[in-house]
Nanobody, 115 residues
């Protein structure tokens, strides 16, 4: 079983930046797909970005050009660099890993974009 722990959330002003981290309890080298979802109050959980074992990435249209997903297999950690943040980016961000036909989730980290 893979355990995931997010960090890096917080309060930031519009236009600011944050970097989220998702640390895995074991090697992520063999994990096919990892990514980030987010859920705002009263809304469904939506995909933000994903990255596969080859480094291929996919982004939601709303974050293209502003967010960058990456993974460091040597540190067993995935990242989400978020730039030019907007109030509508406010949500709880969850990382996930799809491995051996199972989807594992982190506990979530709050990101609040407000002046």
């Amino acid at each position: 079983q893979v355990q995931l722990v997010e960090s890096g959330g917080g309060l930031v002003q519009p236009g600011g930046s944050l970097r989220l981290s998702c640390a895995a309890s074991e090697s992520i080298f063999s994990i096919n797909t990892m990514g980030w979802y987010r859920q705002a109050p009263g809304k469904q959980r939506d995909l933000v970005a994903m990255i596969d074992y080859r480094g291929s990435t996919k982004y939601a249209d709303s974050v293209k050009g502003r967010f960058t997903i990456s993974r460091d297999n040597t540190k067993n950690t995935m990242y989400l660099q978020m730039n030019s943040l907007k109030p509508e980016d406010t949500a709880v961000y969850y990382c996930y890993a799809y491995y051996n036909s199972h989807t594992y989730w982190g506990q979530g980290t709050q990101v609040t974009v407000s002046s």
